[in-house]
């Protein structure tokens, strides 16, 4: 018998993604998703690179230097946004293996992590619990 069957590694993400209402550390977050901060550091990397709403979630800094050359601060702790956004990297890690394929799906399905897509899943969460 043949059975024809499809896999998908956006709907794979959707049950390891993680949201929260509050601000977190990259230290914290290392904590949560159970990695080293090194580790959390480097998807925070791949993240910064490949998404624009990733990037722009940061704060620009404060720095007068550093503000004139539109610097972000990545320093400071990361919104509820780009937690969900690093718990789908590790996800994806732990499918594809390797960096280069993990930005090159980031980069080919960019509204598996849209704000938007954000937004629509964090409110289905939320509202589910109230």
Request: aromatic share 12%.
């Amino acid at each position: 018998m043949n059975r024809s069957q499809a896999f998908s590694l956006g709907s794979s993400i959707e049950p390891d993604s993680i949201y929260v209402d509050f601000a977190v550390t990259k230290s914290e977050l290392a904590r949560l998703l159970q990695v080293t901060r090194p580790t959390v550091w480097k998807w925070d990397k791949i993240a910064y690179f490949a998404l624009e709403s990733y990037r722009e979630a940061y704060p620009i800094q404060t720095d007068k230097a550093k503000r004139q050359l539109c610097e972000r601060d990545k320093e400071v702790p990361l919104s509820p946004y780009q937690v969900w956004v690093l718990s789908r990297i590790k996800s994806l890690m732990n499918s594809l293996r390797i960096a280069t394929r993990v930005k090159a799906y980031i980069r080919g399905n960019p509204h598996h992590f849209s704000i938007s897509n954000f937004q629509y899943k964090s409110n289905q969460v939320f509202h589910k619990g109230a």
